[in-house]
């Protein structure tokens, strides 16, 4: 793994990031579950700085539901025998919301579930998230969605860029597995909403629900059979990248969407705005953008300026290194999964959405997902207009930092000098010359890493600083992530009727620390 939580620490990172920020802004913050992959059995006592309570899940036991061990605030790990992972971190959120909504200062708590990820039993891979034995049985009908994306035909996957043109057409026994991937990632969120529907409760009944924010999504999406590849999360599709958003709280109107889309990169900020804090005393190195307006607002223009699309329209999405197919079937398609490095630019406009993508072995792709939505008919050869201005917005967006990423069209200025903002504006077949000759994106080879002269040429043009937020981190290498050997294995299945109401003293009264030999086992 190249890097996680060691090379984050040495990076320097772990000294200015959000639990900092809104510490600063008078929060007591906390923080239950996964943080970061690598942080495990060999580095634990390196608690994540910023955080006034962290009771974090450890590697090499984070992907073992049924064994479920956390580090308190960087003490010894400890190990909660007989419990299923989910319910433990659902008991001990509970127990922190009770200190927390009796104390004077506002909290910031984030629950971080690892499921429904694909996990281990025993430590051996079950390739699916492993559900709480209450739920196991539940959703016995369930089958992945047969989207029109599903398995599709050769006219369509042929056009594919990267390994993914090459996949076969799944058979009855890999459709089969994304139909079981499909219902266990169901009985596994089972257990994260009854996190929700928990801490929902304790809220109402504290009496502070009105005055608090809940936002729930998730780190990725997830593909299953969709344009054939079996499982995984690795890929620029729709399905992988537009994720579950949903917010509670004052001022937010219910039952609303809104249109214009929102980052992971937009919730610091949003979260500062929603502490108070001046935009001004902001880090300057955020890209994002407070949602706060777009959320008491949904359905507003919030700065477009046009009827023709809103500036606020664009996506970028990049990756590196190796896709992860979770799936038993994956050795049988063979090894090209190493080379998914690509770069990504997604619209979202009124009269027109369109998704862009050039991969590191040359290939693009383009869909018009206005009536496209599955991502099926690759149109980069057919429409050389949309490609050239795309390119250059992807150009903008992967070169960008700081305030140039919340307006990437505000860079590109046409030689008459007008403003652009949006995509349906620069169609203008006036621009077309200009749009044409714009500097390509491109890569120099598949590497596993971002290297930045591989991925040359920039626009704006990178500064003397290295740009791409080099200023704000020191300088680090390839570092080992943490983790150590599994000693502690368990084959029950946990979680049971009984333990949906366990409390704090029912967890620890069976649990125990890890001893020396656990830890120190490589």
């Not at 390994?163 to 990632?185: Q, Y």
């Not at 214009?260 to 880090?283: Q, R």
Request: net charge negative; hydrophobic share 35%.
């Amino acid at each position: 793994m190249w890097g996680s939580y060691n090379k984050w620490v040495k990076s320097g990172q772990d000294e200015n990031y959000l639990p900092h920020w809104l510490g600063a802004a008078g929060y007591r913050t906390e923080y239950i579950g996964k943080i970061m992959n690598g942080y495990g059995l060999s580095n634990y006592d390196t608690a994540p700085k910023g955080w006034d309570w962290a009771d974090v899940l450890v590697e090499p036991y984070i992907d073992d539901f049924n064994v479920p061990v956390l580090s308190q605030n960087g003490e010894k790990p400890v190990y909660y025998k007989g419990f299923h992972q989910t319910d433990v971190i659902r008991i001990k959120s509970l127990d922190r919301l009770e200190q927390l909504t009796a104390q004077e200062k506002p909290f910031f708590l984030a629950i971080s579930p690892f499921a429904p990820h694909v996990g281990f039993q025993e430590k051996k891979p079950s390739h699916r998230p492993v559900p709480q034995q209450r739920h196991n049985e539940k959703f016995p009908n369930a089958k992945a969605p047969r989207t029109p994306n599903f398995n599709p035909a050769d006219e369509y996957q042929s056009t594919k860029g990267g390994w993914v043109k090459n996949l076969p057409k799944m058979n009855e026994s890999a459709v089969g597995f994304a139909d079981f991937v499909f219902r266990s990632r169901a009985q596994a969120l089972v257990g994260v909403d009854e996190i929700i529907e928990d801490v929902v409760g304790l809220l109402e009944d504290k009496g502070v629900i009105d005055n608090t924010y809940i936002i729930y999504t998730s780190d990725n999406g997830y593909h299953l059979g969709q344009h054939r590849a079996p499982a995984g999360k690795s890929l620029f599709w729709n399905e992988d990248t537009n994720l579950p958003f949903v917010v509670r709280g004052p001022g937010v109107p219910a039952n609303v969407s809104s249109t214009i889309p929102g980052l992971h990169l937009d919730l610091a900020p949003t979260f500062l705005d929603i502490a108070g804090v001046a935009e001004e005393d902001w880090p300057e190195f955020f890209d994002g953008r407070s949602l706060l307006p777009q959320w008491h607002d949904p359905t507003g223009d919030h700065g477009s300026g046009t009827n023709q699309g809103n500036s606020k329209e664009s996506i970028n999405i990049e990756y590196w290194g190796r896709a992860g197919i979770e799936a038993p079937s994956a050795g049988a398609l063979g090894s090209p999964f190493l080379n998914t490095t690509y770069k990504t630019i997604r619209t979202l406009g009124n009269n027109a959405s369109w998704v862009y993508t050039k991969w590191c072995s040359g290939e693009a792709e383009l869909y018009n997902t206005g009536n496209d939505a599955y991502e099926l008919t690759n149109l980069v050869d057919d429409r050389p207009r949309v490609v050239n201005r795309l390119n250059a917005l992807l150009m903008v967006t992967k070169s960008c930092e700081k305030g140039s990423c919340r307006d990437p069209w505000g860079l590109i200025t046409p030689p008459d000098g007008s403003s652009i903002a949006t995509l349906t504006q620069a169609l203008d077949t006036k621009y077309d010359d200009f749009f044409a000759n714009f500097e390509r994106v491109q890569f120099g080879t598949c590497l596993q890493i971002q290297d930045d002269s591989n991925e040359a040429p920039y626009f704006p043009v990178l500064p003397d600083s290295g740009g791409l937020g080099r200023e704000y981190r020191n300088n680090t290498d390839t570092i080992p992530a943490g983790g150590g050997a599994t000693v502690i294995t368990d084959a029950e299945l946990h979680g049971t009727e009984a333990q949906r109401t366990a409390t704090i003293d029912d967890i620890t009264s069976g649990s125990r620390v890890l001893s020396d030999d656990e830890i120190a086992a490589r």
